[in-house]
């Protein structure tokens, strides 16, 4: 049994916050200079307070959380496509670090960054199916 899609002001709201982040998402990633180039005392902090909760580091943890909606998105509008979501996924990351290396002088493009981000979006896909498996486990038929 699939899972019906939002209806009314739901499907709104859904492609309305899904806009907003997408348009937030290409300006962190098109920014001119490292968006978190100030942030160096408050990433000594979050170290120092919560080292757990960045296993990879400060940068590449913050790369996955930050594609974890856009893996979201993907699987809303790829369901059941799970090899297309893994291409978007990757490609996407990959070629704005290309973009970022090219025309962005005070970027660096980074390996780490696109395996990062693609395990982000990785994470939203899986998070989103999963949720859908328990959600129609405990619907009553």
């Given amino acids: 049994m699939r899972t019906a899609p939002p209806r009314g002001r739901g499907r709104i709201l859904a492609a309305v916050s ?16 490292h968006i978190d180039s100030q942030a160096g005392p408050l990433y000594d902090v979050l170290l120092r307070v919560a ?17 974890v909606p856009f ?9 059941r496509r799970p ?10 990351p990959l070629m ?5 290396g090219l025309f962005l002088p005070g970027r660096t493009s980074s ?9 982000g979006g990785i994470l939203g896909a899986a998070g989103l199916a999963t949720l859908r498996r328990l959600t129609r486990r405990r619907r009553p038929e």
């Fill in 18 to 33: 899904a806009s907003v982040y997408l348009v937030v998402l290409a300006a962190v990633l098109f920014w001119p200079q």
């Fill in 51 to 67: 080292p757990a909760a960045f296993p990879f580091g400060i940068d590449p943890t913050l790369n996955v959380v930050m594609m």
């Fill in 71 to 79: 893996g979201v998105i993907l699987a809303t509008v790829l369901p």
């Fill in 83 to 92: 090899l297309v979501i893994l291409g978007v996924a990757w490609v996407v």
């Fill in 96 to 100: 704005a670090e290309i973009a970022q």
């Fill in 111 to 119: 390996a780490v960054d696109v395996a990062a981000n693609t395990l």
